[in-house]
């Protein structure tokens, strides 16, 4: 990206009112990557320095939004959770973007084959968004919208995703398929089994997040049936629509294997 219209860089607490041209700064991997933004003045959320990663007293946890993809897979290897790795490991990107690149920079971005969107959505993540009047407002369900799009609103900013203790424990199973061995993902589909709800969850082969809880492990036929009932596929050159929806099916129904036992 071009960055000769940028004038300024400035502290988050300073930024005073909200100004076209205005964008957030975090990794910069999307900033940098997106001509279309015109950036005029970035407002660097580094420089709150907030903890990448915080376990919460109930056995939840809070991931930053400048917390670094590489940070985030080592939480994810300490604590336990493979779907962490196994999502991140879904992201186009070399070990030198894992360790600039934002789980708040990936998830804003929204992109179908973003993959921490997968694993938000997977674990029931709960968005905490930072209002331009300082005040906050939680997004349990639906911040992708479409692609590119968000339920962020002008001026605000994503501070954290807080994830539920039973989330970390529950049983996850991971799907995803590309065209080629390092390409963007053509679908991703990530299941979680607890105590009170199989989730399944497809992304990179729709526009946005599809997530669906059934009350226990579902049948062959309803999951069909669910994959058969996706409104639009994502139509671009990593897949066409039918593909996708096809490859799709057969990613869900290894998922319900997987975590079903069978």
């Not at 300073?14 to 933004?37: C, I, M, Q, Y």
């Not at 339920?151 to 900013?157: A, M, N, P, T, V």
């Not at 036929?221 to 409104?231: F, I, S």
Request: proline residues 6%; charged residues 20%; contains cysteine.
């Amino acid at each position: 990206m071009d960055l000769s219209g940028v004038v300024e860089v400035c502290d988050p607490r300073e930024v005073g009112e909200w100004r076209d041209g205005d964008v957030w700064l975090a990794g910069g991997t999307v900033v940098f990557g997106e001509p279309a933004l015109r950036a005029r003045r970035l407002v660097d959320l580094t420089r709150f320095g907030w903890a990448p990663v915080t376990e919460l007293a109930d056995g939840g946890v809070e991931i930053a939004a400048t917390c670094t993809i590489a940070q985030l897979v080592d939480w994810g290897r300490e604590r336990g959770v493979p779907l962490v790795e196994q999502c991140c490991r879904a992201f186009l990107a070399s070990f030198k973007i894992w360790n600039v690149a934002t789980v708040g920079g990936n998830l804003c971005a929204a992109l179908p084959a973003g993959p921490v969107i997968a694993l938000t959505a997977a674990l029931g993540g709960v968005c905490r968004v930072v209002l331009p009047d300082g005040g906050e407002r939680l997004v349990a369900d639906g911040f992708v919208v479409a692609p590119g799009v968000t339920r962020l609103g002008r001026g605000s900013y994503l501070r954290s995703i807080t994830v539920p203790a039973s989330a970390l424990r529950a049983r996850t199973a991971f799907r995803q398929f590309s065209l080629h061995a390092h390409g963007r993902s053509a679908a991703l589909v990530a299941g979680v089994l607890d105590d009170h709800r199989f989730r399944l969850v497809i992304t990179a082969a729709v526009p946005a997040p599809l997530v669906h809880d059934f009350p226990r492990v579902p049948g062959a036929a309803e999951v069909a049936d669910l994959v058969a009932g996706v409104p639009e596929w994502v139509d671009d050159v990593h897949g066409d629509p039918e593909w996708r929806q096809h490859l799709t099916g057969l990613l869900a129904e290894q998922v319900r294997r997987e975590l079903g036992g069978e």
